[in-house]
């Protein structure tokens, strides 16, 4: 049976976009309006001296992924450069698999048979779960589980629970390696009267240990066309002196954290309320900025979901026009590229994709990530919202090529 642009289609967009509710919130997915913006005084990320401690002195070479890993049908794989399968992992009772509910634990090598992950399941009693060498075991149980994020390669991960006491939403930020995660006590806790809870980021690994964790805030079980996670303001909590860090203002919604933690691309609406915001990177220790003008487009969405290459040469990201929930659906996805001189070099509209994927019509297209600077892996959804393909971008020749099926969960490396 195809999926229509229907409430059934609107339940996996929300869990795909970063589990924004529980199913005890899912009636609230259909009937709730979009959340009204805040009015704020500020949209700029505080003026004072950002601390010298979060951003590393000596930043060593970036490490490159090997694959990508992706879930189809249950099973997740993993994917070489060249679209050879290289291992296979049952995950059990995965719903909506996506980076906000899976991480894999380990690097990866030629020849290994086993790829350890962590994922979140419903329908194991609502359980952070383990698969280690085909068994899968329990880690902990939480029926307000909202999110995750892990260090690359790393068995350390942030996660954050979110519920309703007292008329207030109450948040819980937790770090931890996979061994006292169980155990783990929150690092940081919030109640909001206004229903925006904590979300994960990133999180800084040092010793197998985590020593810092990124995090921002979303609205809880909202409802509407949404297209972008909706996000407002970013924090770097240091775990070793419990110092807070507040780097962008409530106006700002921040899509993505280069990996050697310098730059950090984000949106602002101005405090317009529209959630509509032009891309922008900013440098966190020295405050240089570059913005990129929205493409002109008839009900432009705004812009979002973007990655930085490895070596911060250039940044990905994808903007939105027209709407998903209409009678006739008109919503377009473009995939754009700039420098980091503020200069857009290549743009891809969706039915670019469309002959690459094989899929008989795109609904959208987004940025995942790069296997290198000149190399960006873009995911295309057909109609059916989990079918999906993977399409590297040759930056330089401007090429695409197929590489993957399936729905991207994150990338492996060596």
């Avoid at 001296?49 to 070479?61: D, F, K, N, Q, S």
């Avoid at 991480?103 to 790829?115: A, C, K, R, V, W």
């Amino acid at each position: 049976m195809k999926i229509k642009k229907s409430k059934a289609k609107l339940v996996k967009y929300y869990f795909s976009i970063a589990l924004l509710t529980l199913f005890t919130f899912a009636c609230s997915l259909f009937s709730s309006p979009p959340i009204e913006s805040t009015p704020t005084t500020s949209g700029e990320p505080p003026q004072e001296e950002i601390p010298a401690e979060i951003i590393p002195t000596e930043t060593p070479a970036p490490v490159l992924p090997i694959g990508v890993l992706t879930v189809k049908d249950g099973v997740l794989s993993l994917f070489d450069r060249e679209g050879y399968t290289l291992v296979q992992v049952n995950a059990a009772g995965l719903d909506y698999a996506n980076e906000s509910n899976v991480h894999i634990l380990e690097t990866f090598s030629q020849g290994d048979t086993n790829l350890p992950i962590v994922y979140f399941s419903f329908e194991q009693n609502n359980s952070l779960l383990l698969n280690n060498k085909g068994q899968i075991s329990t880690l902990l149980s939480n029926p307000n589980f909202s999110g995750l994020v892990g260090a690359p390669g790393k068995a350390v991960i942030a996660y954050t629970t979110t519920e309703y006491l007292n008329d207030a939403l109450v948040s819980n930020l937790y770090a931890a390696n996979i061994q006292s995660l169980p155990t783990a006590a929150p690092v940081f806790s919030e109640n909001n009267a206004e229903g925006w809870g904590l979300v994960a980021l990133a999180v800084d690994v040092e010793d197998s240990q985590p020593v810092g964790v990124w995090y921002s805030k979303r609205p809880w079980g909202i409802g509407g066309d949404i297209v972008f996670d909706p996000r407002r303001t970013l924090f770097r909590l240091d775990l070793r002196s419990g110092q807070n860090t507040q780097l962008l203002g409530v106006e700002a919604n921040p899509s993505a954290i280069s990996a050697d933690k310098k730059w950090v691309a984000y949106t602002n609406d101005q405090g317009t309320g529209t959630g509509i915001g032009v891309m922008t990177i900013r440098n966190i220790s020295t405050g240089e900025n570059f913005t990129y003008p929205l493409q002109s487009a008839v009900n432009q969405r705004g812009a979002g979901a973007a990655s930085f290459s490895p070596n911060n040469q250039y940044i990905a990201w994808m903007e939105g026009s027209g709407w998903q929930m209409a009678e006739e659906p008109n919503f377009h996805s473009v995939v754009r590229i700039g420098d980091f001189a503020g200069n857009v070099v290549a743009e891809f509209a969706d039915a670019a994709f469309l002959e690459t994927s094989g899929l008989s019509s795109i609904q959208r297209v987004e940025p995942v990530g790069w296997l290198d600077d000149n190399t960006l892996v873009v995911m295309a959804r057909g109609e059916h919202w989990d079918d999906a393909r993977l399409i590297m971008v040759e930056l330089p020749s401007q090429t695409l090529s197929f590489l993957a099926r399936g729905v991207f969960v994150g990338f492996v490396y060596p």
